[in-house]
């Protein structure tokens, strides 16, 4: 079978929509498919992307930290993708990764040609953008895209049911299916390494997130626990006031800001650090997001400090009877700061960290996910190669 992926964002390019579409690529070539990758052209240095798919890329406009990012860049993204899906040869289903904006490339495409294709609705990005904006307008216009590219898919795949329900709450009756997430367990893994003085947030920051409140926490904590660092890895909105408040509060020295780091890179320091940090913000809208980076960091065998509402506290409390896999607290300063000293005060042992790293692959790998989602995207295929005959048969009848 041809299937075609098409997302601004791929590997080699840091990113976990990245690992987790490597993954379902990985996927569909081992089990004998062919796989063609349509993508933007990544930044000089990344390293290649193909392991055996065809990956296509094109240059698009970036943002100033280097990220597809905003709506003139998803155009300089989409307007090539529309001529590229139009006239290359045919696949019998597409995978779309969103933005919305390319979803609705993709239905008008498919639509003109007779294509299924499945939809990645991990996240609802018209609530995102309710944060990230004040013009209602705007996000009307995107809640409606998101609507007419999920509307339009013959499947949609997606991480919880948290997600499926507010999929439903928008109006759309499409089919879903819980795939889940999890963590590219063929890098990150177990390192028996020396550990440091270090928590680290890594991963996107924005105002749902709310990892602003990590700095005021981390201050307290440095009262009572000199001599540890937090370091931010990745890139988000509010970085000069993240800044400005650590210097405000004298910890500006112990305060990190780092780029964003291919898997390779991120995985040994995770194995270093105290913990691994994780907010959600109340109150957004978002509450229904799952924070996947949580499965990265255990994979490494770092215990998460996860802080705020959504369905990521109870997934850390089922997962804590198994091992110990860190801690979910209210999004409050004081308690992410309790929880800081108890996992400085109480450091998982190598040997606890190794059943961490062990427990999360066996349950939690992305090729387990990445392998739901292939069989999804060839179901999918498949049915609709079945009704493209039923109609040439009545049509010949």
Not at 150 to 156: F, H, K, Q, V
Not at 295 to 324: D, K, N, Q, R
Request: hydrophobic share 45%.
């Amino acid at each position: 079978m041809r299937v075609v992926i098409a997302s601004r964002i791929y590997r080699p390019e840091p990113s976990s929509a990245s690992f987790y579409l490597g993954s379902v690529a990985d996927a569909l070539t081992a089990a004998g498919h062919e796989v063609e990758v349509l993508t933007a052209k990544p930044l000089p240095g990344q390293g290649e992307a193909s392991r055996g798919e065809t990956v296509k890329t094109f240059p698009v406009l970036r943002d100033a930290q280097g990220y597809v990012r905003g709506y003139v860049q998803y155009m300089s993204f989409d307007i090539p993708l529309a001529f590229r899906l139009l006239f290359s040869r045919r696949p019998r289903v597409v995978f779309v990764e969103p933005p919305p904006t390319t979803g609705v490339v993709v239905r008008a495409v498919c639509g003109l040609r007779g294509i299924p294709y499945v939809y990645d609705a991990a996240d609802i990005w018209s609530d995102a953008a309710g944060q990230a904006t004040s013009s209602g307008l705007v996000v009307r216009v995107l809640r409606g895209m998101e609507r007419f590219a999920m509307r339009g898919a013959a499947e949609l795949v997606t991480i919880s049911q948290g997600v499926v329900e507010r999929v439903r709450q928008l109006g759309v009756a499409t089919p879903i299916d819980v795939t889940g997430f999890g963590a590219d367990t063929s890098v990150f893994g177990y390192r028996d390494v020396a550990r440091e003085k270090l928590f680290i947030y890594a991963g996107t920051y924005t105002g749902l997130h709310g990892a602003e409140i990590l700095i005021d926490a981390f201050a307290s904590f440095a009262e009572t626990h000199p001599g540890y660092r937090l370091r931010f890895i990745g890139n988000g909105t509010g970085q000069e006031e993240m800044r400005a408040r650590a210097a405000a509060l004298g910890i500006a020295d112990a305060v990190e800001f780092a780029e964003p780091v291919p898997a390779a890179e991120l995985s040994p320091q995770l194995s270093r650090a105290v913990a691994s940090l994780a907010t959600l913000k109340p109150g957004g809208g978002y509450e229904y997001a799952f924070t996947s980076k949580a499965y990265s960091s255990l994979a490494a065998g770092c215990p998460v400090i996860f802080a705020g509402p959504g369905p990521t506290g109870p997934f850390m409390a089922e997962a804590a009877t198994h091992v110990p896999v860190g801690t979910a607290v209210d999004y409050d300063v004081a308690a992410i700061a309790a929880a800081l000293r108890d996992a400085a005060d109480a450091p998982l042992s190598a040997g606890d960290r190794q059943r961490v790293a062990e427990w999360t692959a066996a349950h939690h790998s992305m090729r387990a996910v990445a392998e739901r989602v292939a069989a999804r995207i060839l179901a999918v295929g498949t049915a609709g190669k079945r009704r493209r005959a039923r109609d040439a048969g009545a049509g010949a009848a």
